[in-house]
Structures are given as structure tokens and as C-alpha cells.
């Protein structure tokens, strides 16, 4: 399956490394195709830099260190969302055919989709 984590999942996992969205990671990394957007990956630099700046130096290493599947943000509008931040990591997750979203944001799980399917990371990892 290809299983896109989204930057609160990334961030979490930093901050705690024991924790079930860090767990989450791990597996969708380990047993499915694991997906990052670009957009992720300049949200998690950005919310780093303004809150956490100690923490980026970890988040490259675990960028580097991560197996993933690296997909471009789409701006094309397809479902609306209520984060307009958001609405190109959704876009590209539809677009390059993620089976799966990995959040904490409710502006995702609020979503009704069928595909992707939008859930958190404890359901995640008792169900894939």
C-alpha cells in the first residue's frame, strides 16, 4: 500500500520517538511504500524553524535516513479543504494514487473519501 504521512506524524515522531505516530511511521516505512510530499517536507522545515529550531537538525537526518517515495505538490484543486495549506499535499495523495493518509489533522479526517482513506495513526497501525 502506499501510505502518505503527513507533517504532524513526521513532527510528532521527532518529538517523540516512542510515540504511536512515531510508530505509525516506522510501520508504514517498514511495510508499505511510504509517501512525503514536498509540501510536507516545507511545512515540517517551516513549523521547525519557528517552534523548534533546535529539532532540525534531527529532521534532516531523519529525512535522510527515512526509505520514501518523494511525490511534488499539486496546487490544482480537486476536493476543497478547509486548511488551503493542506490542499496540495491531498491533491498530489489523489493524484500520484496514495492509498492511505496518515494524520492528526482534523482538516483531513474531517474529509470523506473513499480514496485516499484519511486516518490516524493508531488505527493505522492496528488495522494495516
Same mark, same amino acid.
Given at each position: ?18 510515540? @504511536? ?17 514536498? &509540501? ?14 533546535? #529539532?532540525? $537538525?534531527?529532521?534532516?537526518?531523519? #529525512?535522510?535516513? #527515512? @526509505?520514501?517515495?518523494?511525490? $511534488? ?13 493542506? &490542499? $496540495? ?23 470523506? =473519501? ?7 495513526? =493508531? ?6
Amino acid at each position: 500500500m502506499r501510505v502518505l504521512a503527513d507533517t504532524n506524524i513526521i513532527i510528532s515522531a521527532l518529538m517523540f520517538p516512542a510515540s @504511536v505516530p512515531a510508530r505509525a511511521l516506522i510501520k508504514a516505512e517498514a511495510e508499505h511504500d511510504l509517501i512525503l510530499c514536498e &509540501q510536507n517536507i516545507e511545512e515540517l522545515r517551516d513549523v521547525l524553524r519557528r517552534k523548534r529550531p533546535e #529539532l532540525l $537538525p534531527a529532521a534532516e537526518e531523519l #529525512l535522510l535516513n #527515512l @526509505v520514501y517515495e518523494l511525490i $511534488p505538490a499539486v496546487n490544482d484543486a480537486g476536493e476543497k479543504m478547509r486548511d488551503v495549506k493542506d &490542499q $496540495p499535499i491531498l491533491n498530489s495523495a489523489i493524484m500520484f494514487d496514495v492509498d492511505i493518509i496518515v494524520t492528526g489533522d482534523k482538516d483531513f479526517l474531517c474529509l470523506e =473519501l473513499e480514496r485516499p482513506k484519511i486516518i490516524r495513526p =493508531l488505527e493505522f497501525i492496528e488495522n494495516y
